[in-house]
């Protein structure tokens, strides 16, 4: 018999990501400690609140709230009215209280998306909630006299985290990459946390499962599958893709033996190039949730939300979107420019300075100045280059005055030092001169001489070497001797 095409069966991957943020308030959500505490001596930003010493009480941080809503708005949530905090509780060492100040049933933003955009296709992902509370302490597992022991460090308790959860409509790792990535992007822009995987301000937890599909009707089935397994304590976005491939395959060999993978959670190993199981099904908390008592609920109006969505600046989507347009950039470069508001303020201010053609500005942007930053591993905040100067530098590449590899070169200097190009080239004693500005000057040469023209027409050797010396005098040395002998030559057999 022969299979019809659509009977072919295929596994389609669920994943739905849970992203926990630190935002960057100065003070903690229910204390007045410092959240600044990354490289602080441990248990030096406490207090009895965040110590969950009894009685203290807890007082929400205003500002935290402001930027919950605020990555709710720019995430296309319903931002509440009404809003409360709840108590989530479960005993682990580094929650001090026995409770998480969390919210349940009422996240003061939900029902948003985003769209990513993956090998040129756009798919929008549903953002179920996005909801605030407050960080745990760490526990930091050492050796004492030779004996084990772990330490507590409630420094990071009571930081202010917004967790940001995902509808199930992720279907790959790329897809799963593409929308954490944005999602830093988003919260970076808002300026509403650093949203630094390597310090722990960003850390997302994929949810994975598989379902089968029928060829070409992928994504047509919505059923969930009857399991999920979360992967819990990925630290870069490397992993996160590397845990959820990984993940696809083991799941997808459990159920092609025509097994059920074990709903629990996993952790990367980055070792074994692998997820191993941490907690399963049988553990799951009952967390026992009730409304904070300690804390009123939250009434806001409609008006206030408007106030506060004025403060969101142009988002990313957006300001690619007008890059390609107002600036005719190819969508790579748009979306390069645009990875960071500074890097776009950048270019926007050299291009205005520039004026003539802003592709080549970002050129130079995209291939020679972030080439040199990460070099050093430096952003463009951290260096001294003025827009101006660059447009400045290009200025004088179009006028002949240094060549272009010369221009790379004095960039680079710019790049550390933030001196304007002229100084640099005083300073770096560049040598070189474009082949324009060359020809230019030979051109010049040749035609204020007309007696050592006649000269060498008529044998005389040293005539030849009389123009060379004139060309070198004018550009002070710049041009290779080989080089001005070439173009002499030449420019005088064009004379004959
Ligand atoms: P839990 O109660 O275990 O926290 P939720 O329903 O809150 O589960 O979902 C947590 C995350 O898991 C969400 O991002 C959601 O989209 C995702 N998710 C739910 N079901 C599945 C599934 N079958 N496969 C993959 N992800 C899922
Ligand atoms: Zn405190
Ligand atoms: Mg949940």
Redesign the pocket.
């Known amino acids: 018999m022969v299979r019809e095409e659509t009977e072919f069966v295929n596994w389609e991957a ?5 992203v926990h943020i630190e935002l960057s308030t100065k003070s903690k959500m229910f204390c007045g400690c410092s959240t600044d505490y990354f490289t602080a001596k441990p248990n030096t930003h406490t207090c009895p609140v965040c110590l969950g010493l009894p009685g203290a009480m807890p007082k929400a941080n205003k500002l935290a709230i402001k930027y919950t809503q605020l990555i709710g708005l720019a995430l296309n949530c319903k931002t509440r009215t009404g809003s409360k905090f709840d108590r989530k509780n479960y005993f682990y060492p580094d929650l001090a209280k026995g409770f998480q100040i969390s919210q349940y049933d009422l996240p003061f933003s939900e029902n948003g998306h985003m769209f990513i955009t993956t090998n040129g296709r756009t798919k929008k992902i549903g953002i ?1 909630r996005a909801h605030l509370e407050e960080d745990t302490g760490k526990l930091i597992h050492t050796k004492l006299n030779g004996t084990r022991l772990t330490l507590v460090d409630f420094n990071r308790s009571g930081v202010p985290l917004i967790e940001i ?4 409509d992720i279907s790959s790792s790329l897809e799963a990459k593409t929308y954490a990535r944005n999602l830093q992007q988003v919260v970076r822009y808002l300026k509403v946390s650093d949203a630094d995987m390597e310090k722990g301000s960003m850390r997302i937890e994929p ?3 598989l379902r089968k599909v029928t060829k070409g009707q992928e994504s047509m089935v919505k059923e ?2 009857p ?2 397994v ?1 992967l819990k304590n990925i630290n870069s976005f490397k992993f996160a893709e590397k845990a959820i491939e990984y993940e696809i395959k083991r799941q997808r060999k459990i159920l092609e033996s025509g097994k059920m993978p074990k709903q629990e959670t996993r952790g990367w190993n980055e070792t074994k190039q692998e997820t191993v199981s941490q907690r399963s099904k049988e553990e799951a908390h009952d967390y026992r949730y009730f409304p904070e008592p300690d804390l009123p609920p939250f009434a806001f109006e409609e008006k206030y939300f408007k106030s506060i969505s004025e403060e969101i600046p142009e988002l990313p989507d957006e300001k690619r979107k007008r890059f390609t347009k107002d600036y005719s950039l190819a969508e790579n470069d748009a979306r390069t420019l645009t990875e960071g508001v500074e890097l776009a303020k950048f270019f926007e201010e050299a291009a205005g300075a520039y004026k003539k053609d802003p592709k080549i500005v970002a050129n130079w942007i995209t291939g020679e100045v972030l080439r040199r930053l990460n070099e050093e591993n430096k952003t463009i905040s951290d260096s001294p280059l003025l827009p101006a100067s660059l447009a400045e530098l290009l200025f004088l590449i179009d006028k002949g005055e240094i060549t272009k590899a010369n221009g790379k070169e004095i960039l680079a200097n710019m790049i550390k030092t933030g001196d304007d190009p002229r100084a640099t080239v005083i300073k770096l004693k560049v040598t070189g001169i474009s082949d324009i500005k060359l020809e230019e000057i030979v051109i010049q040469t040749i035609s204020r001489n007309p007696k050592a023209i006649e000269d060498y027409k008529k044998g005389k050797e040293a005539s030849l070497m009389f123009l060379i010396g004139q060309v070198q005098r004018i550009t002070k040395g710049q041009a290779k001797p080989e080089k001005v002998r070439e173009f002499v030559l030449r420019k005088l057999s064009e004379a004959d």
């Open positions: 669920v994943i739905g990501l849970e179920t959860v995902t509808e199930p949810n994975v499962s969930l599958p399991y999920k979360e």
